[in-house]
């Protein structure tokens, strides 16, 4: 499979550790928590692997527990311990934003339910910045479960999902400071997670990003 080159959307580092509205690293939540991490362990790389299993690991996909709640800014992520894709991608942003990490967002176009004739939706997952190494690395903290197995790797991406062009999913090779506004929209008008998850995600990038 041909290495995708990633393309950060701006060569300030500094974007990339910024607060917005959904990415809110200032909340007492998400400041308490990234204290926790900071505190047990003494390297960033150290740092950046255990944030990332936290997310992973201890805060759960909305629909693998079919939930009705929706989540959307990190903050509401960590206190209810569950989003989709997009709400957790928030969270990882802004637990590593404040331990000083530059963290930007990912998406890739896959099959809705693993299948063709399901549609297509937009998933979300994220970049984080290596000083050490001085380069990007993409982790997808979307949640493992049966036929996902992604993991914290350096040395060959293991992301939840692999890319099937034969399918028409796409693997979009740009790292965005901000998560795009139509993955905070969706979250934001829907009111049921699960209706949203089946008929609500957007389904594709405007061209403006490929």
Known sequence: MKKLKLIPITVTIDDYL???????????????????????????????????????????????IQSHRITCRASEVLRFGEGICYAKSHLLAALLRAQEIPTGFCYQRLTLLDEPDSGFAIHALNAVYIQSIQRWVRLDARGNKPGVHAQFSLTEEKLAFPIREELGEIDYPTIFAKPLQKTIEVLQEHTDCLDMYLHGLPTYLSQEFL
């Open 18 to 64: 910024k607060i917005c509205q959904v990415v809110d690293f200032n909340h007492e939540f998400i400041q308490k928590r990234a204290k926790m991490i900071a505190q047990q362990y003494k390297t960033t790389f150290d740092r950046i692997k255990a944030t990332y299993h936290f997310v992973r690991d201890e805060i759960q996909h909305s629909w693998d």
